[in-house]
């Protein structure tokens, strides 16, 4: 069911710091910052041949990353995300297999405009695993 790795998400406490790091140390190519109200993130993505790392930095005080870097205040790896190409049908199947899925169990839209799902990490072998629809 689940197809390519889309991206892996690591939540920081500084961007800009991060952003610094992987353009400077590492020398990657990075988007530009983008708000995204709804999931409580600022992200940046860096962009490799293959894949993406997710920059997730809180925005709001109700921010979901909040609690993690409050355990993690280094930052660190925060979800994996698969692609599927029918976001619904995934979740019904897993839903079905007894699966918990985060929030009201709708898809909501993320950063590239698809639809997004997040999954219990106490189902997926302790990782928060995220779905994300890429119609081929
Ligand atoms: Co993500």
């Known amino acids: 069911m689940i197809g ?14 991060a952003c610094a790091t992987y ?3 590492l020398g990657a190519t990075l988007s530009a910052p ?3 109200p709804e999931h409580g993130v600022r992200v940046v993505f860096v962009e490799l041949p ?7 930095e809180p925005l709001g005080a109700q921010s979901p990353i ?6 993690n ?3 660190g790896i925060h979800h994996l995300c698969y692609e599927v190409s029918d976001i619904r049908a995934a979740r019904d199947r897993l839903v079905a297999a007894g699966a918990r899925v985060l929030g ?3 898809p909501k839209i993320g950063a590239h405009g698809n639809p997004v799902l997040f999954l219990h990490p106490k189902d997926f072998v302790g990782t928060l695993t995220e779905l994300e ?4």
Do not use: Y
């Open 34 to 36: 983008q708000d995204l």
């Open 23 to 25: 353009r400077g140390v």
């Open 104 to 106: 009201d169990g709708e």
């Open 50 to 56: 293959n894949t993406k790392i997710e920059f997730l």
């Open 66 to 71: 909040a609690k993690f870097l409050e355990r």
């Open 133 to 136: 629809e890429v119609r081929g």
């Open 73 to 75: 205040p280094d930052g």
């Open 4 to 17: 390519r790795l889309n991206h892996v998400a690591i939540a920081v406490r500084d961007l800009d710091a």
